[in-house]
């Protein structure tokens, strides 16, 4: 059953949390009206109606907790308005009972080091809300007590810089800084891993960890889903010509590695993900070229070929085919490995060279026997220019039915094509023939 929450003003500083279902449980029979006809009384809906301390919903709710976490900025005695930060005020409620469970300051030192970055960094989830400094360092407290409960400070000096925005799944509380990205355990504040992005160019960024390392910022926001995090590097305002090297990364959620990388640059820099998710596809518009991208499976063809005249038992052929990419943005070229994703993308899409070292796809090989007997022929990997080939010896006399098969991955999807082999008997020997032998093994003797 799916719930909405909405808190109701009743004047007079009264505000009431309800709790009310969105399914059609409250849909009765009205009086007088004909067989069949209804109407909708809303008030069955209402699961619960209770006692609110403030004015809206928060927008930091840990749901699976029940717990809702309100923050106001502290501004200094007889400066309110001018936009100047001290420290943080936060209040954790109880969803279920409306209840303050705690509320508490962070105005321990009272000289401006205590307050939130941005409100945009701060997150509840898995028990805990946490939300970044203006001092760099990572916070995280405690829930259902308020307590502090970890501290997490970043490397300096380029990882206390962080963007306007974060995202958190899978246990994690990801940001991104100009030292890479951090992704951060929510219940322990350990920092499970992080990802660095290293130029080849020692001196087009200043953000430099050791002697010749420099990296790319990653002043921007994120997005996280099925298991991966997409990010841009970016910084906050950026110079032109624009920095040299700016790539897209997919990342992997549970480890750091890069899975692919794409030459791309997004447009607003140091703002949210200029893209967005959904039904397994990436969209991202990219500022090096003003052109919107689309990422996702596509379709695939495989051809088979092989001689249309029948064989003489004994003889040899070779079995050949493609597997060939059928998307949108590049119909007609090889279908290549995920390792080899990244480079032929940026040579189809962003003027980078050909790469040397393509690996192409998995392509089973199978025929049906004379007999009827299913055999495996062989397992083949399709070259950079999207050709497999094989040769085969066929064993016995009849027809073949011959099938080239790709299963697709992760960018492709499956896809096949068959063809037909014939085999003969060799013809019997003519006298001639056989007198010629005799006269050879005649002169050899």
Known sequence: MEHAL?????????????????????????????????????????????????????????????????????????????????????????????????????LEKNDGSEAFFSSNNCVADNGVFIARMITGEIKGWDLYTGKLKWTTKLPYPWAEFGPYHIAHAYGLYITGTYNGVFAINQTSGKIEWQFNAYTPYQFETPYQTDIGSAEYAFHVGVQIADGKLYVSAAEHTPSQPLTRGLNLYCVDMFTGDQLWNFSASQVDQSRTFTGAI?????????????????????????????????????????????????????????????????AWMNHLHAQASIPSDIIGVPVSIDAVY????????????????????????????????????????????????????????????????????????LMRS
């Open 278 to 342: 959904a039904e397994g596809y990436l969209v991202f518009g990219s500022q090096y070229d003003s052109t919107m991208y689309i990422f996702g499976k596509g379709k695939s063809a495989t051809t088979i070929e092989a001689p249309l005249t029948a064989l003489t038992k004994g003889q040899s052929i070779i079995i050949r085919g493609t597997v060939l990419d059928q998307s949108p943005g590049q119909p007609g070229t090889p279908c290549v490995s995920p390792q080899s994703m990244s």
């Open 6 to 106: 909405g808190v109701q003003n009743l004047g007079g500083g009264n505000y009431r949390l309800i709790n009310w279902t969105t399914n059609d449980a409250g849909t009765v029979l009205a009086t007088g009206t004909a067989p069949g006809a209804a109407v909708t009384d809303f008030s069955r809906r209402i699961v619960s109606n209770i006692t609110w301390p403030i004015n809206s919903l928060p927008g930091f709710v840990d749901y699976t907790a029940g717990i809702a976490v309100s923050v106001s900025s502290i501004n200094p005695s007889g400066v309110s308005g001018t936009g100047v930060t001290i420290g943080q005020g936060m209040i954790g409620i109880s969803l279920l009972t409306g209840q303050v469970l705690w509320n508490i300051t962070t």
């Open 370 to 441: 004379p007999n009827g007997n299913f055999v495996h022929i062989a397992d083949v990997v399709s070259d950079g220019s999207g050709v497999y080939s094989y040769m085969w010896t066929p064993e016995i006399v009849g027809k073949y039915t011959v099938t080239a098969t790709f299963v697709g991955d992760d960018s492709y999807g499956s896809s096949y094509a068959t063809t037909a082999i014939g085999v003969v008997d060799s013809p019997p020997e003519t006298p001639l023939q056989l007198q010629s032998q005799a006269l050879q093994q």
